[in-house]
């Protein structure tokens, strides 16, 4: 019984609705609201609860207090026949995100690539989001940003990189698809603070205190430590996750002149505008060797048809998590959220005059 109290279910259709009408309630354009709350429904929907419905309160936030624009549109600053650079008039994330990977898919159907960056942008939700728009057009996407800085590199104490995350999207036979959508840390910050509100610990290789050394407490994490990069310690190969976060830095911050490193503002604090950069690439198959889609279905069955070490624990390829856990909300008719959570955003919602409220009744066991 314990269990069937932590968690309740929840439409995507009423988690879209709530979070739409928590934006327009502080002065975001409808049409902005709604590129928002499909993003991080979709986050939710796939399994990425840390950049869902989790991260609603920072978006009200940026847009209470002014430091993100609800007015206007993104702009073509600069561009070629395959290439763009994008001013994302410091507009919200996914707004910026749509408006560029609608750019790239253009370009590539065009001249077989498009690669658009864009500074003046803010938080976009999950990368996967954007890169997935190309499957659509039977095309490889792939979306990167960076963000506040949080993750201490190799050797280092100092948070100067972000969770910069990757995503690469690859479309295959019958539907099917590569789906890559990782950080370049351990892991995303949102975990840690899904750990923190539920009082539990994380795992040890997460993250560091404030004087570098791993913890598994995540309040250490939260108040002055920071996340780890992909494999954790030097000794672990964490060093190839801090390059991979350099990366992404490059094609983002420097490549589309935005904010960089620690020159990116701290996380949650909005002091000054976030000027983030973001990358967005679409690249047409057709224009390469034919019969990209067999391949790569075989691809992802060679592994998908390994012998695993464990029966119970196939070898998986990128994205089969995520739809793992698509069919479960539509099996059981919604998102399964965690009640705290929603106890909390709910709590959001009416200091803003929000109504009606997500609902709580609907308990279920997980």
């Not at 995350?165 to 370049?184: E, N």
């Amino acid at each position: 019984m314990a269990v069937r109290r932590k968690l309740c279910l929840i439409s995507q259709l009423e988690v879209q609705g709530f979070i739409e009408r928590c934006m327009t309630a502080v002065g975001t354009k409808a049409h902005h609201a709604r590129s928002l709350a499909e993003v991080l429904v979709e986050g939710d929907h796939r399994g990425h609860y840390s950049h869902g419905l989790n991260r609603m309160d920072m978006y009200v936030k940026d847009i209470q207090t002014g430091i993100c624009a609800k007015d206007g549109e993104p702009e073509v600053e600069k561009e070629s026949v395959a290439t763009a650079l994008v001013d994302g008039k410091n507009l919200l994330g996914p707004v910026v995100g749509n408006f560029c990977m609608n750019l790239a898919i253009k370009k590539a159907k065009e001249v077989g690539i498009g690669w658009v960056v864009a500074h003046g942008s803010n938080h976009y939700g999950i990368a996967g989001y954007y890169s997935m728009q190309a499957l659509k057009e039977n095309m490889i996407g792939m979306s990167f940003t960076n963000t506040s800085p949080l993750v201490v590199p190799t050797r280092g104490k100092e948070c100067t990189l972000g969770t910069n995350p990757i995503s690469v999207a690859a479309p295959a036979k019958d539907g099917d698809s590569f789906v890559l959508d990782m950080a370049t840390s351990a892991v995303a910050l949102g975990k840690v603070e899904l750990h923190d509100r539920r009082g539990d610990t994380i795992p040890e290789g997460w993250g560091c205190d404030a004087e570098g050394k791993l913890t598994t407490d995540p309040k250490r994490v939260l108040s002055g430590g920071g996340l780890l990069p992909i494999g954790g310690s030097e000794a672990t190969g964490g060093y190839k996750g801090y390059g991979l976060g350099m990366m992404v830095e490059m094609f983002c911050g420097i490549l589309a002149g935005a904010n960089y490193s620690k020159h990116v503002r701290t996380w949650k604090v909005t002091d000054r505008v976030a000027n983030l950069g973001q990358c967005f690439v679409a690249i047409n198959p057709e224009n390469f060797a034919g019969g990209f889609n067999d391949r790569m279905s075989d691809l992802m069955s060679i592994h998908r048809g390994m012998e695993p070490v464990d029966s119970d624990s196939p070898v998986l390829a990128a994205g089969d998590p995520e739809r793992t856990n698509m069919k479960k909300c539509e099996e059981i008719g919604g998102i399964p959220y965690h009640i705290n959570v929603v106890k909390y955003m709910n709590n959001c919602a009416e200091k803003i005059g929000v109504s009606p409220l997500l609902p709580c009744d609907k308990l279920v066991p997980m």
